[in-house]
């Protein structure tokens, strides 16, 4: 299993929006120089996020994109589902194999993805940014 790259862009964006001040924005370009994404890549990923809600973005002179709410309401499954359409899923029971053990390893791979998807479903871009402030002031880093 392996997280998407366009999954990891769309939180890189998301979360450097979200470490803005409440009425700033921040344009494509400098988006992905600070998130070292593909700007063609990160364009796609832009309206994909602003069609599902999770930005906003504005044209012109002081123009760019902003997060559609606060970085608290906004969860990292959320921002993976918008781009990828569905959380982790580690096999499909219906699909499996019948053999003796089989139940046993549908169960615990079943479990362990309910345990990935409420993290992500728990943890909220605030809490990404927050993460990184802790270090900062602990003196990680330096």
């Given at each position: 299993m392996q997280f998407s790259r366009k999954a990891d862009y769309a939180i890189r964006a998301v979360t450097l929006l979200g470490s803005l001040g409440p009425d700033r924005s921040m344009q494509a370009q400098e988006l992905a120089e600070a998130g070292k994404i593909p700007i063609k890549f990160l364009e796609q990923i832009l309206l994909v996020l602003k069609r599902a809600g999770i930005l906003r973005s504005k044209r012109g002179v002081g123009g760019g994109y902003r997060l559609n709410r606060e970085s608290r309401l906004i969860s990292v499954a959320e921002v993976i589902e918008a781009v990828d359409g569905e959380l982790v899923q580690l096999?499909?029971?219906?699909?499996?194999?019948?053999?003796?053990?089989?139940?046993g390893i549908s169960f615990c791979l079943t479990e362990a993805e309910n345990a990935i998807n409420d993290k992500l479903r728990?943890?909220?871009?605030?809490?990404?940014?927050?993460?990184?402030e802790g270090d900062r002031m602990a003196g990680a880093g330096i």
């Open positions: 096999i499909d029971p219906e699909d499996y194999p019948r053999f003796d053990g089989a139940d728990d943890t909220s871009i605030e809490d990404l940014i927050r993460y990184d």
